[in-house]
C-alpha cells in the first residue's frame, strides 16, 4: 500500500500551506488517518488524526493552527497549516494510526519535506 504525501516546501513564519495525502481507497474509506511529522534531530511525533467520521485529534503544539480535514470523495486527507512557526519544519508523512503513538499500520512512506524560515 503506498501513501503519498505532497504540498510541502519553504514556507515563511507565520505563512500557511497545505499538505496532502491519497491512500487507496479501500484503506481510507474504512479507517482513521493521521499526519505524523519528524523534525531533524527528533523523534517522530502524532500531528494530528482524523476518523471515518471526521472526529479530530491535534498535538497541543498544533491546535488552533493547524487543521486536518478528509474528502472521502478524493481518499485524500488534507493539513492545512496556518501561523507557521520555524518549528514545524519537519518531514510530514501519512498514515492510519492503530493507536495514539506513531505505531501505524503500514511502512512510512517518503513523506514530503516543510521549511519554515523566521
Known amino acids: 500500500v503506498q501513501l503519498v504525501e505532497s504540498g510541502g516546501g519553504l514556507g515563511q513564519a507565520g505563512g500557511s500551506l497545505r499538505l496532502s495525502c491519497a491512500a487507496p481507497?479501500?484503506?481510507?474509506?474504512?479507517?482513521?488517518m493521521g499526519w505524523y511529522r519528524q523534525a531533524p534531530g527528533k523523534q517522530r511525533e502524532v500531528v494530528a488524526t482524523?476518523?471515518?467520521?471526521?472526529?479530530?485529534m491535534y498535538v497541543d503544539s498544533v491546535k488552533s493552527r493547524f487543521t486536518i480535514s478528509r474528502d472521502n470523495a478524493k481518499n485524500t486527507v488534507y493539513l492545512q497549516r496556518n501561523s507557521l512557526k520555524p518549528e514545524d519544519t519537519a518531514v510530514y508523512y501519512c498514515?492510519?494510526?492503530?493507536?495514539?503513538?506513531?505505531?501505524?499500520?503500514?511502512?512510512w512512506g517518503q513523506g514530503t519535506q516543510v521549511t519554515v524560515s523566521s
Open positions: 498514515n492510519v494510526p492503530l493507536d495514539r503513538t506513531t505505531l501505524v499500520l503500514f511502512s
Open positions: 481507497g479501500r484503506i481510507f474509506s474504512i479507517n482513521t
Open positions: 482524523i476518523t471515518s467520521g471526521s472526529s479530530t
